[in-house]
């Protein structure tokens, strides 16, 4: 998928490669799948934020704005539906985020 497969590895950040790899590994359709890693590809880019700083609360408030500002397809004949979900899912498998560990 476009974006995602060039924005991702050229970041050059192990955490978000195993990301990426549990993402490919999900047992999702593949369209969820390119969802999760387009969603992911796009809170960094927009936010100007890295893998270790993209917390519950930065995907949160990136899944709410970009609903209310109409820019997921996650909106196409669900409108109640949050992008992310699939990303959110794989996040919490792997674990603690990196954020909360450096919070704690």
Same mark, same amino acid.
């Given at each position: ?34 969802? %999760? #890693? ?9 936010? @100007? &934020? !890295?893998? /270790?700083?993209? +917390?519950?609360? %930065? #995907? ?9 500002? @109409? &820019? !997921?397809? /996650?909106?196409? +004949? ?27």
């Amino acid at each position: 998928m476009g974006y995602p497969s060039m924005f991702l590895p050229a970041q050059g950040d192990p955490r978000l490669d195993e990301f990426v790899a549990a993402v490919n590994r999900h047992e999702v359709s593949q369209v969820h799948r390119d969802h %999760a #890693l387009f969603d992911v590809a796009f809170a960094l880019t927009c936010h @100007g &934020l !890295t893998f /270790a700083d993209l +917390g519950p609360e %930065a #995907l949160l408030y990136h899944s709410q704005e970009c609903r209310r500002l @109409g &820019l !997921t397809t /996650a909106n196409i +004949g669900d409108p109640g539906r949050h992008q992310g979900q699939v990303a959110w899912q794989v996040l919490h498998q792997m674990g603690p985020s990196l954020t909360a560990v450096r919070r704690g």
